[in-house]
């Protein structure tokens, strides 16, 4: 039997954000033992931030929490994220994107509802930089 645990750090990020987060939330969801994976208890954590990509639209706060157990030491293989797919309109395949840069094996969209109702190409082509900038 496998046992994986969900962290939303959306809701635990250590300032408030978005109306969300706060150092209490993250005091009192984040036991110390949780940030290693051999204290805690679990196979796998997936980590999801879901008002930081869709509602926030900030990946940088995205990237934070893609990061987040790495730092602490797990190991990738056991790392998941899930990504907020909420229409064509969030910056979702970006998230995806650094998922996958971050050495992260799997990724689960969520709501995969909306993949199907807006015909979302999953995976996404390679994203180019928006701007080019030359050096010569």
Known sequence: ???EVLWPYDV?????????GG?????????VEWQQQPSSGFDTVKVEALQFGAGMRNLNLSEQAIQ??????????????????????TPW????????????PIANLWAFDHVCLYNLQVPEPSLDRRSVVKIR
Do not use: D, H
Request: with cysteine.
């Open 1 to 3: 039997m496998k046992c």
């Open 12 to 20: 635990n990020y250590p300032a408030p954000t978005g109306g969300l």
């Open 23 to 31: 150092q209490l939330n993250r005091f009192i969801n984040l036991p």
């Open 68 to 89: 987040l157990f790495v730092t602490f030491g797990w190991p990738q293989a056991a790392l998941r994220y899930l990504v907020p797919v909420f229409g064509s309109a």
């Open 93 to 104: 395949a970006r998230e995806l994107a650094q998922v996958w840069l971050a050495g992260i």
